[in-house]
C-alpha cells in the first residue's frame, strides 16, 4: 500500500507544494468503498493554493490519472477519490504475501537501533497471578512486533528480589514453613506464609520489627538470610517458568533488583556532585517542582536507597551494557508518576537516551470486578487459569472433531491463545476485567476464532496441494468486490504493524486479524474455490495462501500459535 500511495503524492506533491511523504499520510480510506479505495480531502490545500477545494480536486484528478496503479481518479465536494486498478494490484499483494520473507508487514524501520523492554517483573516469593498476564504479553508482543520491524530487542525480566518482603517471607518461613512443602509448591506455599505474616501481625506489631531485622540481616550478608534467599528465587523461578512454557513467553536477560545493590552508589555521587540532590524531611531527593511533579526520593532518611534510585541504575545498565538507545517499561498505569519522575531524573543528569524512555502503560487487571491484593491473599493463578482454559479447548475439541490428531498439543494452543487474545484484543489503556465466561469464550471475536479461520484455510490449501497449483494471482484475473475487500485488507498490513509500534499497542495487529477473519469468512462462503474454474480457482487459492499467511504473521506477532487443524 505504501508504493501506491506514494506514488499518487509524487504525482501532486509540486502542484500542492507538499513534501511526498506528508501526501501520502493525507490519503484515507473512504469509510463507504464504493466512494473509491482511497481519498485526499483538498480543503487543506485551499488557503495556500488560493483555490477552493472543488477546484484543487479537479485539478489533482487529471495528475493522478497517470500515477502507476491508479485506475480512475475523480472530484468530489472537495474530495479526490482514487480508484486502483484491481487485478495488478491483486497480484502484487498476494505475491508478496507468498513469496516474501516477511511477507506483508515488515519495512524494517528499526534497523540499526537497539530497545530494551522491560515485562513480566514478578516479584520472588509471590504468586504469578492473572495481574501479572497484562505486562507479560504485552511486553512479549511489543519485543516480535518491533523485531520485525527491523529493531534489535532485548527483553528483561526485572523480578522482585529485594526489600523489606524478603525479611517477612524468611522470618515466616522459620517460624511456620516447612521445607517439604516449599519443595513441593514453592510459590504458593511461601505466599501462604507471606500472608500469615500479616494476619499475625495485624494482633502481634512486633512481627514487623522481626522482618525488618531479617531484611537488614540479608542487606548485611548473614550466610543464613542469604541461603533463603537465593533458595526462594531459585524455587520461584522454576515455578514462573513453567507459566511462560505455557504462555510461549521467552526473555533475553533475567535480572533481579538485587542486581544493582553495586550500582546505585555510582548514581548518588554523581547527582550530588551535579547538585541535584537537595535535603527534604531528612531524606535525599531531586527537587522536580519546576516540571509540576513532587520531589523524586533518591535516598530515604534512614539512609537506604528506594525505587527511583534503583530504576536509574537499571537504565543506565540498560543503555551501556546491552546497547539500548531506547528504554521501553511495561508497568501498569498506576506508575506512570514514577516513570515521569525517573525519566526526568535521567534527563537532568545529561542522558541523552533520556528522550526514548518510554512508560508503556496499562489499565488495571481486575477479576470478576474485583480488585486483586497479594497481601491479602486476593490473588488468582495464572497457571491455574491457564490449565482451565486448556481443559476447556480439549472438552469443545473432543465434542466437535472427537477424530482430531495431537487433540492435547491443539487444546494447549487455542486454550493458551484464548486467554492471550482476550486480553490483547483490548486497547492497553483500558481495564480488563477477567472473567472466565469471557476469557473461555470460544465464539465471537476471540482467539480460536481468529486460529479456526487459519485453520480453515490451511485446510483448502491441503485439499489443493495434489494438483500442484502455482500459487500466484492469475494476471488476467479480476477480482469481485468480496475478493477485492480481502486483498485490499492485506494490502494494510503494514500499516496496522507501524500503527501498533508507534502506540506501543498490540490491541492494533488483534484488530486487524479479526478484520482479514471476517472479510475472508465473507469471500469463503461466498465463492467456490476448488470447484471453480481457472482462473478464478487458481486465484482464490493463492488468495487463500496470502489469508493463511498474513493470519499466522498476526498471531505469531501476539504470542499466539497458529493451529493448521482444528
Not at 37 to 46: G, I
Amino acid at each position: 500500500m505504501k508504493s501506491v500511495k506514494r506514488a499518487i503524492a509524487q504525482a501532486i506533491a509540486e502542484v500542492v507544494a507538499r513534501p511526498v511523504d506528508e501526501i501520502a499520510r493525507m490519503l484515507e480510506y473512504p469509510p463507504n468503498p464504493s466512494l473509491g479505495d482511497l481519498a485526499l480531502p483538498c480543503f487543506q490545500f485551499a488557503r495556500e493554493m488560493r483555490k477552493n477545494p472543488a477546484q484543487i480536486a479537479e485539478e489533482l484528478a487529471a495528475r493522478v490519472r497517470e500515477a502507476a496503479g491508479v485506475e480512475t481518479a475523480e472530484a468530489e465536494k472537495g474530495f479526490l477519490n482514487i480508484r486502483l486498478a484491481r487485478a495488478p494490484f491483486a497480484a502484487q499483494v498476494v505475491g508478496q504475501a507468498i513469496s516474501s520473507v516477511h511477507g506483508l508487514f515488515s519495512q524494517e524501520r528499526g534497523r540499526g537501533r537497539t530497545a530494551v523492554i522491560d515485562y513480566s517483573s514478578p516479584n520472588i516469593a509471590k504468586p504469578f497471578g492473572v495481574g501479572h498476564l497484562r505486562s507479560t504479553i504485552i511486553g512479549h508482543a511489543l519485543k516480535r512486533m518491533m523485531r520485525e520491524d527491523g529493531w534489535k530487542v532485548e527483553g528483561v525480566n526485572h523480578l522482585g528480589d529485594w526489600g523489606t518482603q524478603f525479611g517477612k517471607v524468611i522470618a515466616a518461613y522459620l517460624k511456620w514453613g516447612n521445607e517439604d512443602e516449599v519443595r513441593k509448591d514453592p510459590v504458593k506455599e511461601l505466599f501462604r506464609l507471606y500472608v500469615r505474616f500479616h494476619q499475625e501481625a495485624e494482633s502481634s506489631p512486633e512481627l514487623e520489627d522481626e522482618g525488618r531485622l531479617w531484611f537488614k540481616k540479608l542487606e548485611d550478608g548473614d550466610p543464613e538470610a542469604t541461603r533463603l534467599w537465593r533458595w526462594f528465587i531459585d524455587e520461584s523461578l522454576r515455578a514462573f517458568k513453567q507459566v511462560y512454557d505455557l504462555l510461549g513467553v521467552e526473555f533475553e536477560h533475567y535480572i533481579g533488583e538485587s542486581f544493582y545493590n553495586d550500582k546505585m552508589d555510582a548514581i548518588v555521587r554523581e547527582l550530588r556532585e551535579k547538585g541535584l540532590l537537595v535535603e527534604d524531611q531528612g531524606a535525599e531527593v531531586v527537587d522536580l517542582s519546576a516540571y509540576d511533579m513532587p520531589p523524586c526520593i533518591i535516598v530515604k532518611s534512614d539512609g537506604t536507597s528506594i525505587y527511583a534510585t534503583r530504576d536509574l541504575a537499571a537504565a543506565d545498565y540498560r543503555h551501556k551494557a546491552l546497547g539500548a538507545d531506547t528504554l521501553l517499561y511495561v508497568v501498569g498505569a498506576e506508575q506512570k508518576l514514577h516513570f515521569q519522575q525517573v525519566f526526568k531524573v535521567l534527563e537532568l543528569m545529561g542522558r541523552d537516551y533520556a528522550k526514548n524512555c518510554v512508560h508503556v502503560q496499562f489499565g488495571l487487571m481486575k477479576f470478576n470486578g474485583q480488585r486483586l491484593s497479594t497481601r491479602r491473599g486476593h490473588v488468582v493463578y495464572l497457571e491455574d487459569v491457564l490449565r482451565k482454559a486448556i481443559e476447556e479447548a480439549r472438552a469443545i475439541i473432543e465434542e466437535k472433531n472427537p477424530g482430531l490428531e495431537n487433540k492435547d498439543a491443539i487444546a494447549r494452543q487455542v486454550g493458551v491463545g484464548a486467554v492471550i487474545f482476550n486480553d490483547l484484543k483490548t486497547y492497553r489503556i483500558h481495564e480488563v476485567d477477567f472473567r472466565y465466561e469471557d476469557v473461555l469464550n470460544f465464539d465471537g471475536e476471540t482467539g480460536p476464532y481468529v486460529q479456526y479461520t487459519h485453520a480453515r484455510a490451511s485446510s483448502v490449501l491441503r485439499k489443493a496441494e495434489a494438483d500442484a497449483m502455482a500459487w500466484e494471482w492469475a494476471a488476467d484475473y479480476q477480482p469481485d468486490d468480496a475478493e477485492w475487500a480481502l486483498v485490499f485488507l492485506l494490502a494494510q498490513a503494514n500499516e496496522s504493524l507501524e500503527r501498533a509500534i508507534d502506540a506501543y499497542d498490540p490491541s492494533v495487529i488483534a484488530r486487524y486479524a479479526l478484520q482479514l477473519c471476517h472479510a475472508f469468512n465473507r469471500f469463503y462462503h461466498d465463492h467456490p474455490i476448488l470447484q471453480a474454474e481457472d482462473p478464478a480457482r487458481q486465484s482464490r487459492l493463492a488468495l487463500t495462501r496470502a489469508l493463511r499467511e498474513a493470519l499466522a504473521k498476526s498471531l505469531y506477532l501476539l504470542g499466539i500459535e497458529a493451529p493448521e487443524e482444528m
